[in-house]
């Protein structure tokens, strides 16, 4: 099972996939090549920060099934994250569109311990 994390710097959210400590048969991130990426289970599997989560209230939602991001309910009561993209992204919350039905559910509250890569993106590009 694949974790992932949300953190905030200078008003920009870093969504990344990790590695998966769990199972070391698991896909290194830099051989994924998707148009999205997936958390299963959120409430186990996406820590999302403070900062984060108050510029992923302000994504808003757009009218279609998919979007930028999703965040939904599955019939068997687990919570799923999804976004468009690989497993590392830059997001200015106000410059996207989240699914329709995107809504925030459970996670785990994490520390905003943004990686030294993407500090510098942001600073460089945002």
Same mark, same amino acid.
């Given at each position: 099972?694949?974790?992932?994390?949300?953190?905030?710097?200078? /008003?920009?959210?870093?969504?990344?996939?990790?590695?998966?400590?769990?199972?070391?048969?698991?896909?290194?991130?830099?051989?994924?090549?998707?148009?999205?990426?997936?958390?299963? #289970?959120?409430?186990?599997?996406?820590?999302?920060?403070?900062?984060?989560?108050?510029?992923?209230?302000?994504?808003?939602?757009?009218?279609?099934?998919?979007? #930028?991001?999703?965040?939904?309910?599955? #019939? #068997? /009561?687990?919570?799923?994250? +999804?976004?468009? /993209?690989?497993?590392?992204?830059?997001?200015?919350?106000? *410059?996207?569109? *989240?699914?329709?039905?995107? +809504?925030?559910? *459970?996670?785990?509250?994490?520390?905003?311990?943004?990686?030294?890569?993407?500090?510098? *993106?942001?600073? +460089?590009?945002?």
């Amino acid at each position: 099972m694949q974790h992932a994390r949300i953190t905030a710097h200078r /008003g920009i959210l870093v969504v990344e996939l990790l590695p998966d400590e769990a199972n070391d048969e698991a896909t290194p991130t830099n051989k994924l090549r998707n148009l999205a990426t997936v958390i299963h #289970d959120t409430g186990r599997h996406l820590g999302v920060s403070e900062e984060a989560l108050a510029l992923l209230k302000l994504v808003k939602r757009g009218l279609d099934a998919i979007g #930028d991001f999703a965040w939904f309910s599955s #019939d #068997d /009561g687990k919570d799923h994250f +999804a976004w468009l /993209g690989g497993p590392k992204r830059l997001v200015n919350p106000t *410059a996207v569109a *989240a699914a329709r039905s995107y +809504a925030i559910l *459970a996670h785990r509250v994490i520390p905003n311990e943004v990686p030294e890569g993407a500090r510098k *993106a942001i600073e +460089a590009n945002f």
